[in-house]
């Protein structure tokens, strides 16, 4: 079950995931379902040895969105990603995936080997460095990233930075037969 390809609709903030300079930061989106993760065996078993549950958790990030219900810690978008856009959050704040957003992120492993287990997440905690060339959503396995820079509106609106105005002046005039 691949993340929504409508995402973020329907979706609405759950969290403002910070980077530790304090400045960057991306967006949690939910409510989320419970999908790939919840039927990975290699998962299962490491969030039952931390006697964590897998519930719902939601999509991080808004033009780079890695929905985390889907993400089984495969790693292959942490390999691909030629600006580190990605880290793997337990690295950084090793807490259940519900509560990660409440600890800024940003000095955390950013490769593939070094998840803490199979509960650990790609977290896009460096989205704004983000170059669009797309190869962390041709290599994901369960197809849990969406990168879609038009997303920036949604982002913008749910931060309060969106300007209508100069949304408008950047479209193209409408065109007349």
Known sequence: MPINPDFPKGYEVIGKHYNKDGE???FVWGPGRLADAAQNEECKKDYATRGENIEPVGVHGTMVA???DVCVAD???IEACPVQVYEWY???NDVPNNEAWKHPGGNG???KEH???FTD????IREHDCIWCMACVSVCPPQAIKVDQSNLEYHEKAAGTYNEALAKSSQPPPHHH
């Open 24 to 26: 960057h930061f991306h």
């Open 66 to 68: 890695v929905d985390w």
């Open 75 to 77: 790693g292959a978008c």
């Open 90 to 92: 337990r690295t950084s």
């Open 109 to 111: 492993e950013s490769v």
């Open 115 to 117: 998840r803490k287990d």
């Open 121 to 124: 997440k790609a977290d896009p």
